[in-house]
């Protein structure tokens, strides 16, 4: 495709979302080619339907059929989830009344509010504090949206995935309650202005936790596909744990021999896979470039989509593609804070796992399984190549040149300097 036509493409894509086909009225492209496939009994059709009901998890499009879901059918459709149904009286005595100084964050779903919970509130509740996410009535999302999130992580469990503690359902009220992730967003460490620079093991924990949460949605008997996989989606404990959170793109993924979930296009500008955008045919496949694109931001400290930097810099994969199977230019795309840190092995090693994942060619990327077992090896990774900087030692002056010999020390000690770790604001100017 010509680039003025990619362009105008991503003209329509923005940063926001698209909602109109939340969760349900999947159309799901059989892989037989329209070929007739081998009849079978209604009765053993009918029981292989039963047992597929009694072992895999409930989805959107069972619940939501009827119509609008009622607080109870949904209590009831979640029994045995451990999910607590909490009134909006007791989320407002929590959060203090939904007050500022209890406020963390807003998002499209909403503003999120610090609280704390224990036992007293709910009898069986560990006493923890809390992330309560509120429905902006007048947001980008709505009740589908949240529903969704009730349903997935209602009944996905994993160390990777935020835990839904409970929800509330109460007259136009639709909120969340999640575990607090203390460090927050990956988005805010990685491009906050005055934030500390990540070092290259804490991005590698982070990039592994995550791609780990990923490979289990994915490899689910009932598989998942995320749809939104970003760095403001990735939520951090205290120990930089990275669990995914924010489900409310998610979507059921093909079964038996279909290839692909066709939707309206939504998600990120930067992040969504090129024939998610074009076609609407949504894969696993889709979440694994956009995996290769948060990959790319833990490598080079830049964001998926720039406006800020020059014409040619502002898409991130497209810039810094050329660079990724280069061992001898990959230092010009990587994030000046993490001089010093890395062996040079390692990063080529991740620059080219990144390079597949965000492959044009959907068939090209591997599973996340396989990026699992490519990442976690680079934790352990040493050689003798780390990428630090050059120090630069003066001679002792000599009588009669100590000028020249102490304005050529000057001059190469600031290159040195120049050349150390600098704060990320700096570096986006350097690399310019």
Partial sequence: MAKQAWNSLFGCFTSHHHYDDVGGGNKRKKGNGGKKKRKVSSSAAAKQKQQRRLQSRLSFSDLS??????????????????????????????????????????GGFGPVYKGFVDDKLKPGLRAQPVAVKLLDLEG????????????????????????????????????????????GSLEKHLFK??????PWSTRLKIAIGAAKGLAFLHEAE????????????????????AKLSDFGLA????????????????GTQGYAAPEYIMTGHLTAKSDVYGFGVVLLELL??????????????????????????????????????????YSAK????????????????????????????????????????????????????????????????????????????????AAAKQQE
């Fill in 251 to 266: 979507k059921d993924g093909p079964e038996d021999d279909e290839t692909h979930v066709s939707t309206r296009v939504m």
């Fill in 65 to 106: 059929m009827g119509g609008m879901v009622s607080p109870e059918d949904l209590s009831l459709s979640l029994a045995g989830s451990n999910l607590h149904v909490f009134t909006i009286a007791e989320l407002r005595a929590i959060t203090r009344d939904f007050s500022n100084t209890n406020f963390i964050g807003e």
């Fill in 346 to 425: 390692a990063a080529q090693k991740a620059a080219a796992l990144a390079h597949r994942c965000v492959s044009l060619s959907p068939k090209s990327r591997p599973h996340m399984s396989a990026v699992v077992e490519a990442l976690e090896p680079l934790l352990a990774l040493d050689d003798d190549c780390l990428v630090g900087t050059f120090v630069y030692v003066a001679p002792p002056e000599v009588d009669g040149d100590s000028g020249s010999s102490s304005g050529s020390s000057r001059r190469r000690a600031g290159r040195s300097r120049s050349e150390g770790p600098v704060d990320q604001s």
């Fill in 193 to 198: 202005k005055y934030a500390a620079a990540l």
């Fill in 222 to 241: 009932k598989p998942v596909i995320y749809r939104d996989f970003k760095t403001s989606n990735i939520l951090l404990d205290s120990d930089f744990k």
């Fill in 140 to 183: 980008t999302q709505g009740h589908n949206e949240w529903l969704t999130e009730v349903i997935f992580l209602g009944q996905l469990r994993h160390p990777h995935l935020v835990k839904l503690i409970g929800y509330c359902y109460e007259d136009e009220h639709r909120l969340l309650v999640y575990e607090f992730m203390t460090r």
């Fill in 300 to 341: 080079t400290g830049r964001k998926s989509v720039d406006k800020s930097r020059p014409a040619r810099e502002q898409n991130l994969v497209e810039w810094a593609r050329p660079y990724l199977t280069d061992a001898r230019r990959l230092d010009r795309v990587m994030d000046r804070n993490l001089i010093g840190q």
